[in-house]
């Protein structure tokens, strides 16, 4: 039997953590003997740090069910914590209660565990140390942050999911299902996965969390002159510009501009325009039945076939294919 704890903090992502439970109970019964019974493949414990039960941040309470001194896991997952994402002036108050266990968590991977993170769980990992020298991956929206607190850590959030073998890190909040697909097709069989992705009426592993991502343009910086450009960016995406008029805009010469922008956002002010003219064509795609070459031109695109290259580049997928998953206006019946 394979032993697993999910750790469950203050303000966690509740229906995460009961939800892994729940997917392991089902995995326990689809790995049963079928001429008889069997012991369970899983054996799945909720623990807090200190053994008490903690408040979700939707308010539910999440209760452990063993002591966690008590249990030794051949699997820990770390649940999420949704303020993580919200911003670094709550980043201190998540993470502070997670702190009294990041020696047990070295024990455990010392000892030989597997460690694996859900969504912002991964910044606790990082807090304790434990991925120097790995692959991370995060929710996209915690990204940036991730980036400025641990520049020296390795991160691809595009991936939903990344493996390095004793650690692995799953992406956003529901990304839990598709980490768990996969370490019951790890540590049980890719038989008992299917039959549980059936059982439980779930699509195949996701890959990618590219799709969902949304572009969020960094102002919360010093530069007026940038954040003017900005601004005015925002106003006039679909206009035919050259950078040397963005320039004049934040009253600054080209190169002096081009650097500063960078230092800024993080971005060219050339990738900063396709990002706004993206997500504008994102949103054409999900709220109108326009036809994809004018939402090219509306967005101030005229090479067509440029800008869809850049599209399935930046978001994982072809505008159609976009719109058939995210759009909610229904199709016109003749």
């Known amino acids: 039997m394979f032993n697993v704890a999910i750790i469950a903090f203050p303000n966690c992502h509740a229906s995460g953590v009961h939800g892994i439970m729940d997917f392991f109970t089902v995995a326990n019964f689809c790995g049963r003997n079928p001429v008889g019974r069997s012991e369970p493949l899983f054996n799945c414990q909720v623990v807090t740090v200190d053994?008490?039960?903690?408040?979700?941040?939707?308010?539910?309470?999440?209760?452990?069910?063993?002591?966690?001194?008590d249990?030794?896991?051949?699997?820990?997952?770390?649940?999420s914590s949704v303020e993580a994402a919200v911003g670094a002036e709550r980043l201190e108050r998540t993470l502070a209660p997670s702190r009294p266990l990041y020696g047990w968590l070295q024990d455990s991977l010392e000892r030989g565990a597997v460690l694996a993170s859900v969504c912002t769980g991964s910044f606790v990992l990082a807090e304790a140390g434990l991925l120097d020298d790995q692959v991370a991956t995060t929710h996209w929206r915690a990204a940036p942050l991730f980036r400025s607190r641990y520049p020296h850590l390795?991160?691809?959030?595009?991936?939903?999911?990344?493996?390095?073998?004793?650690i692995?890190?799953?992406?956003?909040?529901?990304?839990?299902v598709d980490l768990c697909i996969y370490l019951v097709e790890r540590f049980a069989s890719p038989a008992v996965a299917l039959a549980c992705s059936k059982m439980l009426v779930l699509d195949?592993?996701?890959?990618?969390?590219?799709?969902?991502?949304?572009?969020?343009?960094?102002?919360?910086?010093?530069?007026?002159?940038?954040?003017?450009?900005?601004?005015?960016?925002?106003?006039?995406?679909?206009?035919?510009?050259?950078?040397?008029e963005v320039a004049a805009v934040a009253g600054l010469g080209t190169?002096?501009?081009?650097?500063?922008?960078?230092?800024?956002?993080?971005?060219?002010?050339?990738?900063?325009?396709?990002?706004?003219?993206?997500?504008?064509?994102?949103?054409?795609?999900?709220?109108?039945?326009?036809?994809?070459?004018?939402?090219?031109?509306?967005?101030?695109?005229?090479d067509a076939s440029s800008f869809r290259r850049l599209f399935k580049r930046t978001v994982g997928c072809t505008m159609e294919q976009y719109r058939k998953r995210f759009s909610y206006v229904s199709p016109k019946v003749a």
């Open 71 to 79: 249990f030794e896991a051949d699997l820990i997952v770390v649940g």
């Open 51 to 69: 053994d008490q039960p903690v408040r979700g941040y939707s308010g539910a309470v999440v209760t452990p069910t063993c002591q966690r001194g």
């Open 204 to 244: 195949g592993r996701r890959m990618e969390q590219t799709p969902y991502m949304a572009f969020y343009s960094q102002k919360a910086h010093q530069d007026d002159a940038i954040r003017k450009a900005q601004t005015w960016l925002e106003q006039h995406y679909s206009d035919a510009l050259t950078i040397d």
């Open 168 to 176: 692995i890190c799953a992406g956003g909040a529901t990304a839990f």
């Open 154 to 166: 390795r991160l691809e959030e595009d991936q939903l999911l990344v493996d390095n073998g004793q």
């Open 255 to 302: 190169r002096t501009f081009k650097r500063r922008f960078k230092e800024a956002t993080g971005e060219t002010p050339i990738g900063y325009l396709q990002h706004l003219r993206i997500e504008a064509a994102k949103h054409l795609l999900e709220s109108s039945r326009e036809q994809t070459a004018r939402i090219i031109w509306s967005v101030g695109y005229e």
